[in-house]
């Protein structure tokens, strides 16, 4: 049995595979044909989805996970795909080296971070695969490609960057990293309504500018985090369980099994939760400050927006949770993203604007999310690919420009459908057929 982090999607594939180079890659494939079987990769199952799953073979790189160069002057480094973020930190910093930017957790695999565009934020920095010069795939027949920013058809390499686990096994992955680096973080409370006002201004004026809001408050809790030339002054290690694990998990776990528990509280809790949160203020290594501890689980929906249509949008999901007396009692989370030009990538040629809503663990998520994501779908809204949501293949198509060049790649590399899954025929379609808009 295979699950995944929230532990709300699991599947029992009839064989596991793990590899340990990529000729064992090659071989596990070989195998998977001589079975007639399809294959996923899973990374280390941090989305929230069926996305990679298997009834039939799943492979995991938990066996591939090592650094294999670094060239410390062009910052160029060659990474297997299953090594973890945090893993991958780590060796960085001995580098003097690091990720431009990160999302709120480093326990994924690179390949699967690529694999579904995940994020962080900062109005001028573009996702995770952005960070990718180049993706190396063993292919369904066993051969392994390499495929770089700098080849003349550039297409294949900007599928390759996010292809939803279903062009081949992500065997290495070059980044492209940054000579490392400090970051002054301040997590702040402030009127929502004139952080929404101003959401242009503060995401112009940080290198990375986010935040939270629980429904039924009014106060945008907000965290900024920038560059900053001082060196990391790490909290004592008392401190830092205190702010991230006994406050951010334990006693907001507390608050939301109350919730689960007395649902009509939860509009009180919500109000009291922002009036604990109060501020805070850390200069630490990057990564220190990007990533944090995840204690207590939940599921997530997450939408790109056109940058402009992010507030109002945010306005309108506050708003139907309190006509509806949702009981909701999870923040709302907003960032803000750079465009870049992965075919499949959620911004794909567009400013974007994140809005992520979640439900804690055991209690029903898909009213509140279907109602969300027809807002969502009325601003123009792609979702994240690792996250919950409901759309299929005809209604994603006419949302990506470059939809029918990824295909195209997808029907060139992987033409008997090998790595496909449940997911990806429902959001993908079939391999090689077109799908009415
Ligand atoms: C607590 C929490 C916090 C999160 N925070 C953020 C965040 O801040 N920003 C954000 O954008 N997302 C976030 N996510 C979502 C997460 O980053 C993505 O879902 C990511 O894809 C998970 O990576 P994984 O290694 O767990 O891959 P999995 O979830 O296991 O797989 C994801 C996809 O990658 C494919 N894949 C994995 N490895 C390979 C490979 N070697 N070759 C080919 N395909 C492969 C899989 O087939 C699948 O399609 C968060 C998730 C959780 C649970």
Redesign the pocket.
């Known amino acids: 049995m295979w699950r ?3 532990g709300d999607e699991s599947c029992r594939p009839r064989v596991i595979e793990r590899p340990g180079s990529v000729a064992e890659v090659a071989a596990a494939l070989e195998r998977a044909e001589t079975a007639g079987e399809r294959l ?10 069926d ?2 799953c298997s009834d039939e073979r799943l ?3 938990e066996r ?1 996970g090592r650094v294999l160069d670094v060239d410390r002057a062009s910052g160029l480094v060659r990474v297997e ?2 090594i ?1 973020l945090r893993a991958l930190n780590a060796e960085l910093a001995a580098h003097g080296l690091a990720l431009e930017n ?4 480093d ?15 900062g109005a001028r920095l573009p ?2 695969s952005a960070q990718a010069e180049a993706v190396e ?1 063993v292919l369904a027949d066993g051969s392994t490609r390499r495929f770089a920013a700098t080849d003349a058809d550039r297409d294949p390499y900007l599928a390759a960057r996010v ?9 290495a992955v070059t980044l492209r990293c940054v000579p490392a680096f400090t970051l002054h973080g301040v997590d702040a409370p402030a009127p929502l309504a004139e952080t929404l006002e101003r959401l242009d201004q503060h995401g112009a004026a940080n290198d990375h500018f986010e935040f939270y809001v629980f429904p039924y408050a009014r106060t945008a809790l907000t965290r900024t985090n920038n560059r900053v030339e001082a060196p990391p002054r790490p909290r004592s290690p008392r401190r830092a369980w205190a702010e991230d694990v006994l406050l951010t998990n334990h006693a907001f776990h507390a608050f939301c099994l109350a919730g689960r528990a007395a649902p009509p509280l939860i509009p009180a809790l919500n109000r009291i939760v922002t009036r604990v949160a109060g501020s805070s203020e850390k200069t630490d290594r990057s990564d220190r400050v990007f990533a944090t501890r ?1 204690l207590v689980r ?1 599921t ?1 929906m ?1 939408y790109a927006l056109p940058r402009e249509q992010t507030a109002a949008a945010l306005r309108r999901v506050l708003a139907l949770i309190e006509q509806r007396r949702l009981a909701v009692p999870f923040p709302i989370e907003v ?1 803000l993203v750079a465009p870049d030009d992965a075919l499949l990538s959620p911004v794909h040629g567009r400013e974007s604007g ?1 809005i ?1 809503v979640h439900m804690f663990r055991g209690m029903e998520w898909r009213p509140y999310f279907r109602a969300v994501e027809q807002i969502m779908d009325e601003h123009d809204g792609r979702p ?4 919950r949501h409901f759309q299929t293949a005809a209604t994603l198509r006419p949302r990506y420009p470059a939809w029918d060049r990824f295909q195209a790649v997808r029907g060139r590399l992987d033409p008997a459908g090998r ?1 496909g ?1 449940m ?2 025929d429902r959001v993908l379609g079939p391999v090689g057929t077109p799908i009415a808009a």
């Open positions: 995944n982090w929230a996923r990769v899973a990374g280390s199952g941090h989305s929230f989805t996305v990679a492979m995991t790189l591939m795909g299953g973890t990160l999302g709120d957790i326990a994924q695999t690179v390949a699967g971070a690529i694999s579904t565009a995940t994020h962080g934020t996702n995770l795939l292809g939803v686990g279903s062009l081949g096994v992500i065997s995840r939940f997530e997450e960032r994140y992520a994240h690919w690792g996250k790595f899954n997911y990806t």
